[in-house]
């Protein structure tokens, strides 16, 4: 505005300064003394009218709440007067009424992730297991199923995650009734496998009683009875997730060294997709980013991320409490990127007694039990024969 040393070569504004200054402090004191005046003459008056400002208050309270309903949607006439749907005791909330939903991934995940903090459950908890198959269309051995689960309502929970193009239905009385859950496209040895393994998981998951969690495919077969496979699971101390390291060209092979440092060659895993859990390592599944981000970004093309992600992640992390081992039996004896298949004349009682009869370590220590509880790939000619076999051989 001016030039800064105009005013020092002046004597008429170094006086006027100075009076300004006076004048100025003159002003300040006054400002002061009015200030506090004001706010004493203001305690006083608020407390002779503290009734009244009470009063004034509380409206408009009770104002801007009505100003704040007024700008939520407004609710329609069958929302509003319908309470049936209102969810009325705790068993409600322990397992969800429906598998259909319509959250998306990320939701589902999220909502999935949750543990109880209190361990001890205010409720007769009957643990469950539960049944995930992932399938194309139908469960081919639907029939087999049905007589296998006959007589064990409240043990079990089952999940299908078919094709999304897959349009057909169950009937009425089928166990597989109602159990479809929200699916996703699925392609062979492509990371969305795992996405809708997870997805499965975190659809269990939302059901409190679920305990152990059993991967199957629309060709899986029981090999023993509901009870057996039951006392197997809720008995054991561990997971099967099977994992070992392969040094050739389909193990190691596949490895990206994008993924280190968090996967290491050294550290990188194969093994079957066919997993069983328990609630806690299933629990970590469907939390973990960290790793599967990994898969997702960096295992394509001829990685196969469903025969590495589980693998690696629980060697990594959780190898403590995990076999290493798979509870469903599959024949790759010959050859080819797919297991073999069994067809009717394949079915015998000698076979599954040799499928029943294999012999493991169990729970760690000297103890032994049967390898395998389920096995793969039966095609729908076999069906017949294994119904007929089911009571004499698998006892159910
Ligand atoms: C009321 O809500 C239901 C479910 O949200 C919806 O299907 C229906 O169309 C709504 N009706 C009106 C009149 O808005
Ligand atoms: C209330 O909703 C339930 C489903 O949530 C439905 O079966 C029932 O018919 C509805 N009742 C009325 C009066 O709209
Ligand atoms: C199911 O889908 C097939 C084609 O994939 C179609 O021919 C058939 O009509 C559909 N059935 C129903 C009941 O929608
Ligand atoms: C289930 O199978 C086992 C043998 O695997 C048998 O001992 C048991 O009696 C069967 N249970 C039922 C209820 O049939
Ligand atoms: C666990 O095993 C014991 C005997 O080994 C058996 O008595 C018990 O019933 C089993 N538990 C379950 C849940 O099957
Ligand atoms: C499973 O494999 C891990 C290494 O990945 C190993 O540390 C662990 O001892 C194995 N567990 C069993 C039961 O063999
Ligand atoms: C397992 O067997 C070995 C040899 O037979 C024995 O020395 C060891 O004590 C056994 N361990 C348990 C936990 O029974």
Redesign the pocket.
């Known amino acids: 505005m001016k030039n800064p040393n105009s005013n020092a070569q002046n004597p008429v504004n170094s006086f006027s300064k100075l009076f300004n200054l006076q004048h100025y402090l003159l002003q300040t004191l006054t400002c002061f003394l009015l200030l506090g005046s004001g706010v004493t003459l203001g305690i006083i008056i608020s407390f002779y009218i503290k009734d009244f400002t009470f009063s004034l208050q509380f409206t408009q309270f009770s104002l801007s709440s009505t100003q704040r309903m007024s700008l939520l949607p407004p609710l329609n006439a069958?929302q509003e007067?319908?309470?049936?749907?209102v969810r009325l005791g705790l068993k409600e909330y322990l397992e969800p009424p429906q598998v259909m939903h319509d959250m998306n991934d990320e939701e589902l995940l999220w909502r999935a992730s949750m543990a109880p903090k209190i361990h001890e459950y205010p409720f007769e908890r009957v643990p469950k297991v539960a049944f995930m198959f992932l399938t194309r269309g139908p469960v081919l051995m639907a029939p087999l199923w049905e007589k296998f689960f006959k007589g064990h309502k409240g043990y079990y929970s089952i999940y299908v995650h078919p094709n999304p193009s897959y349009n057909g239905s169950d009937p009425e009385t089928s166990v597989f009734q109602g159990r479809r859950i929200p699916s996703k496209e699925v392609e062979w040895g492509k990371v969305n496998m795992i996405e809708a393994e997870r997805r499965l998981l975190a659809n269990a998951l939302l059901d409190i009683s679920n305990q152990r969690f059993i991967l199957l495919s629309e060709t899986c077969i029981p090999l023993f009875n509901f009870s057996t496979i039951y006392s197997y699971l809720m008995n054991s101390t561990q997971n099967y997730v099977m994992a070992y390291d392969e040094p050739s060209s389909v193990g190691r092979g596949r490895y990206n060294h994008h993924m280190y440092p968090e996967i290491s060659l050294q550290q990188w895993r194969k093994g079957s997709q066919w997993f069983e859990m328990n609630r806690e390592l299933a629990l970590e599944v469907v939390s973990d980013t960290k790793y599967f981000s990994l898969f997702q970004k960096h295992c394509k093309h001829s990685c196969y991320a469903d025969e590495h992600y589980l693998p690696t992640f629980v060697s990594l992390k959780f190898w403590e409490g995990n076999s290493n081992r798979s509870l469903t039996w599959v024949d790759w004896s010959k050859g080819g990127p797919h297991p073999a298949k069994f067809l009717r004349n394949e079915v015998t009682e000698k076979f599954l007694e040799s499928l029943r009869s294999k012999r493991c370590k169990y729970n760690g220590g000297n103890s032994t039990n049967a390898c395998f509880l389920f096995a793969r790939k039966f095609l729908p000619s076999a069906l017949s024969r294994l119904l007929r076999f089911a009571p004499k051989v698998m006892h159910f």
Request: no cysteine; glycine share 0%; proline share 0%.
């Open positions: 069958t007067s319908n309470t049936s749907h």
